[in-house]
């Protein structure tokens, strides 16, 4: 898929997220979060929902969570508008509760259609739902920090998935956050290992590299605008 036709598959996506009814979600949103970043980034980034900035603002990670969620890909010298950032479900779920299992069904086909779009190397969840939609079977506590192979019904035909906690458990609590960082560390020779693994070649060339170990860009990026705030609701 070009980067023309990977953009327009992502917009048209996004597209039908805003005008979506599929579960109760719908009735409280004030804005459908599509997600967002570079379509030809390797890496895709999963949260569990939209909070109260993000569904404010339409955007995903804008809020306190948000900007450690930045510090976090700092650490590693990545930036997020290399990456593509989307969440489980695309509405906010009331009071931030977690989404329910019929939610998180509902939504699946618009995640499991972004990483056909983009077709990552590395998705990292973020939070327990997001890493039991790719690990089933296992606990956050046990997967953190750790990579595996993704089942390709994802979406995601020829990628890892490595888990790291949610920001927002990670503002709750230090020890998490400072887990978080250690975990994050991990995350550049994860990439690499995905690399490897994808039909034994690794990507094309990239017309657009950031800092060293970062995610390749097949293309010239998006522009994005930046993010100032951000919050989730774990
Ligand atoms: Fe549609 Fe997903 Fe929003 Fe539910 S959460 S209304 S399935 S976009």
């Not at 995640?111 to 990552?120: C, V």
């Not at 949610?166 to 995350?187: C, G, K, N, Q, Y």
Request: charged share 25%; with cysteine; aromatic share 4%.
């Amino acid at each position: 898929m070009t980067a023309t036709e990977r953009r327009a598959a992502l917009d048209a996506i996004a597209e039908e997220v805003r005008a979506c009814t599929a579960c109760r979600l719908h009735a409280g949103r004030t804005r459908a979060v599509p997600g967002e970043g570079n379509p030809m980034t390797e890496v895709v980034l999963v949260g569990e929902g939209p909070g109260v900035n993000e569904d404010r603002l339409g955007r995903p990670f804008v809020g306190r969570a948000g900007e450690l969620l930045v510090r976090l890909l700092a650490s590693i010298g990545w930036r997020r508008e290399d990456v593509f950032i989307t969440n489980i479900v695309k509405c906010r779920p009331p009071d931030n509760r977690d989404p329910e299992p019929d939610e998180v069904a509902a939504c699946a086909p618009f995640l499991r259609r972004q990483l056909q779009a983009i077709d990552p190397a590395l998705v990292v969840t973020l939070g327990r739902h997001s890493m039991s939609m790719f690990r089933p079977g296992t606990t956050i506590s046990r997967s953190h920090g750790t990579a595996a192979p993704v089942d390709p019904a994802t979406g995601a035909a020829r990628a890892h998935v490595f888990a790291l906690y949610h920001p927002a458990a990670a503002l709750r609590a230090a020890a998490i956050e400072t887990a978080s960082f250690e975990d994050v560390a991990r995350v550049p020779v994860a990439l690499e290992e995905a690399r490897r693994s994808r039909d034994g070649a690794t990507t094309t060339a990239p017309a657009s590299q950031p800092p060293e170990g970062g995610p390749a860009l097949v293309d010239a990026p998006a522009h994005l605008p930046e993010s100032d705030q951000l919050t989730l609701f774990t």
